[in-house]
């Protein structure tokens, strides 16, 4: 079992910036990829990024590619998110997730364990 607790989220000005993070709990931290996820009003949830169990391997999707920044602290049980430049079309729920899967996908179902969420707004 893994808990997940993501903290950071707030209201920002475009073009600010967050970091996000994620603190797990349970089972070893480093067994599993993880990724971030968000949600926007009135729209399904979205992949946002994802990182390796080592932190060797990241991908991101195409609207935050130069923007974002996924990375983890295996000692320290902790995921986080970078975000600058931030935009209106950022303003969501971000979730992390853990998965035992080599690399994580943008598949919600192969994600074994979710945080709670964090708000970020973005205003223009």
């Known amino acids: 079992q893994v808990q997940l607790a993501e903290s950071g989220g707030g209201l920002v000005q475009a073009g600010g910036s967050l970091r996000l993070s994620c603190a797990a709990s349970?089972?070893?931290?480093?067994?599993?990829?993880m990724s971030w996820f968000r949600q926007a009003p009135r729209k399904e949830r979205e992949f946002v990024a994802t990182?390796?169990?080592?932190?060797?391997?990241?991908y991101y999707i195409d609207s935050v590619k130069g923007r974002f920044t996924i990375s983890r602290d295996n000692a320290k049980n902790t995921l986080y998110l970078q975000m600058n430049s931030l935009k209106p079309e950022d303003t969501a729920v971000y979730y992390c997730a853990a998965t035992n899967d080599r690399i994580g996908i943008p598949v919600e179902g192969d994600y074994d364990y979710w945080g709670q969420g964090t708000q970020v707004t973005v205003s223009s």
């Open positions: 349970g089972r070893t931290f480093s067994t599993y990829a």
């Open positions: 990182i390796s169990k080592s932190g060797d391997y990241t």
